[in-house]
T-cell receptor
Framework: KAGVTQTPRYLIKTRGQQVTLSCSPISGHRSVSWYQQTPGQGLQFLFE???????NKGNFPGRFSGRQFSNSRSEMNVSTLELGDSALYLCASSLEEGAGGYTFGSGTRLTVV | GENVEQHPSTLSVQEGDSAVIKCTYS??????FPWYKQELGKRPQLIIDIRSNVGEKKDQRIAVTLNKTAKHFSLHITETQPEDSAVYFC??????????FGTGTSLTVIP
């Protein structure tokens, strides 16, 4: 059974550019959540999608957005990149609400220069 | 929103000793508390979890305790081994799949 797959693994972008990250959840998982991990702030919740609908949203600016497709794959987009957006972006999937802990992907390491 | 605090931020123990990591949460409606282990350069992995209707749960050398009244929960690792060295995160959740994570504890097990 394949795990949560995130692409790309590494990304270098210039300030002001935009970026799209992709996440394929475990087969059958309909809930996909995104987190930003930085040394100073730890794991911070970005948003969660379930059946193509955003169910929860964290406290991030509107430059961060996402979507989920009918096959449960999800993308997140960051526009007008800032240096402070450099982080590890983790995607996690779960069967459904209340089903238990996430399974995380390996993450996308984004560096903004 | 929920606020999860985790202590200590770093912890060093001798191999074979026990390690305890503590977390507190602020929202009494939180009802699910997972613990994750993250080794250097790897993804966080769920190691144990507990729901609010249970006070304690064990899985081999790992146990988690929950005190709903005091709003704190703890991870206990007994007979620590070098491979237990990692960063451990606690988290709290009430509804949906929005988890609030603690800031992590870097555990070093000294052989």
């Amino acid at each position: 059974k394949a795990g949560v797959t995130q692409t790309p693994r590494y990304l270098i972008k210039t300030r002001g550019q935009q970026v799209t990250l992709s996440c394929s959840p475990i087969s059958g998982h309909r809930s996909v959540s995104w987190y930003q991990q930085t040394p100073g702030q730890g794991l911070q919740f970005l948003f969660e999608y379930f059946s193509e609908t955003q169910r929860n949203k964290g406290n991030f600016p509107g430059r961060f957005s996402g979507r989920q497709f009918s096959n449960s794959r999800s993308e997140m987009n960051v526009s007008t990149l800032e240096l402070g957006d450099s982080a590890l972006y983790l995607c996690a999937s779960s069967l459904e609400e209340g089903a238990g802990g996430y399974t995380f992907g390996s993450g996308t390491r984004l560096t903004v220069v | 929103g929920e606020n999860v605090e985790q202590h200590p931020s770093t912890l060093s123990v001798q191999e074979g000793d026990s390690a305890v990591i503590k977390c507190t949460y602020s929202d009494s409606a939180s009802n699910y508390f997972p613990w994750y282990k993250q080794e250097l350069g790897k993804r966080p992995q769920l190691i144990i979890d507990i729901r609010s209707n249970v006070g304690e749960k064990k899985d081999q050398r790992i146990a988690v305790t929950l005190n709903k009244t005091a709003k704190h929960f703890s991870l206990h690792i007994t007979e620590t081994q070098p491979e237990d060295s990692a960063v451990y995160f606690c988290a709290a959740s009430k509804t949906g799949n929005q988890f609030y994570f603690g800031t992590g504890t870097s555990l070093t097990v000294i052989p």
